[in-house]
């Protein structure tokens, strides 16, 4: 045994061992990333012809169900959230979450497709960028295993901050531009389901116990409350404006407080050794550089106010 498997011995830090598991888990967030990027267009389409008036409000929620391009986007955000559970059932958040920024990359030549523009040469560089930029992390990361198991305090402490970041950008979003609107949305709605995925592991993780004792504790339901939220804030953001402001933001964010709270809470790890958080540093840099220059492309979306309901199909 080398003094690197010694030192993670000792430290009692378990990785993802390279085989089937990993593979799968790979996929599944993937599949996860894909099933979610595409819902992200359509539910942009559907939102953009709602009145203004009801950002932030459950009445969005209502007219938006009589929708069919906003019905069928939902169904594919549950096939994304299955994913990414089946995924967070055998992985960690920092190995599961980073790879959820593909959305974007999905997102791409969906929504190129139903605006009848053309993928640019830039926009495929920019894809590239963060997709290599992803690799490098994981990469040299090597995301460890954690224990989703957390004291009272600690998640009541985490849901309070949760909470109160997210109220605190929805009153920001009010009262200002459309634009601002749409990235502080954006960013609520990242750090609502950065939470959301955190308590998605847990509860994948009661289930091994049994569907009974998965119901017998408060995680299930914080989650579907949590879950309610984070949808509300994300169809919000997408009704505020283009899809070029709300995405890439909601993109990063989530990733990003997941990951905090995967390292903090659970006590999950990244490769701290040598050079590594250099390596590391630059690889989130060019999964950011690669996110926010794909905004500057007209195929994610316009800053043009969206027709009105007559525009509606």
């Not at 089937?20 to 599944?28: G, K």
């Not at 949590?226 to 995405?247: I, P, W, Y």
């Not at 800053?303 to 009105?308: A, H, L, T, V």
């Amino acid at each position: 045994m080398g003094v690197d498997s010694l030192t993670d011995w000792g430290l009692g830090v378990l990785h993802h061992h390279i085989g089937r598991s990993l593979v799968s888990i790979i996929v599944l967030s993937i599949a996860s990333a894909a099933s979610y990027g595409l819902a992200a267009v359509l539910q942009h389409h559907a939102t953009g012809q709602e009145p203004a008036e009801l950002s932030v409000r459950v009445g969005l929620l209502v007219r938006l169900a009589h929708r069919p391009m906003w019905l069928v986007g939902n169904l594919l955000d549950g096939l994304g959230y299955l994913f990414q559970f089946l995924a967070l059932r055998r992985g960690s958040l920092l190995l599961v979450e980073p790879l959820l920024v593909l959305s974007l990359v999905f997102a791409l030549p969906v929504s190129a497709w139903l605006d009848h523009r053309r993928i640019s040469v830039s926009d495929v560089g920019s894809a590239v960028i963060m997709m290599a930029g992803l690799a490098v992390f994981l990469g040299v990361a090597h995301p460890g295993l954690g224990d989703p198991h957390a004291s009272g305090e600690a998640w009541i402490f985490l849901t309070v901050v949760i909470a109160a970041a997210c109220g605190l950008m929805v009153v920001g979003s009010r009262g200002g531009s459309r634009r601002r609107a749409a990235v502080l949305l954006g960013a609520g709605s990242g750090t609502a389901f950065g939470y959301v995925a955190a308590l998605t592991e847990r509860t994948g993780h009661l289930l091994d116990g049994g569907v009974i004792h998965a119901l017998a504790s408060w995680e299930p339901y914080a989650l579907v409350v949590g879950g309610v939220g984070a949808l509300l804030l994300t169809q919000s953001a997408f009704h505020a404006g283009a899809l070029r402001l709300s995405l890439p933001t909601l993109t990063v964010a989530q990733p990003l407080v997941a990951v905090v709270i995967g390292i903090v809470l659970f006590g999950e790890s990244i490769n701290s050794r040598g050079p590594a958080p250099g390596w590391e540093s630059l690889g989130l840099a060019m999964v950011v550089f690669g996110v926010f220059t794909l905004t500057k492309s007209p195929v994610i979306g316009t800053d043009e106010p969206s027709p009105g309901p007559e525009g509606a199909s």
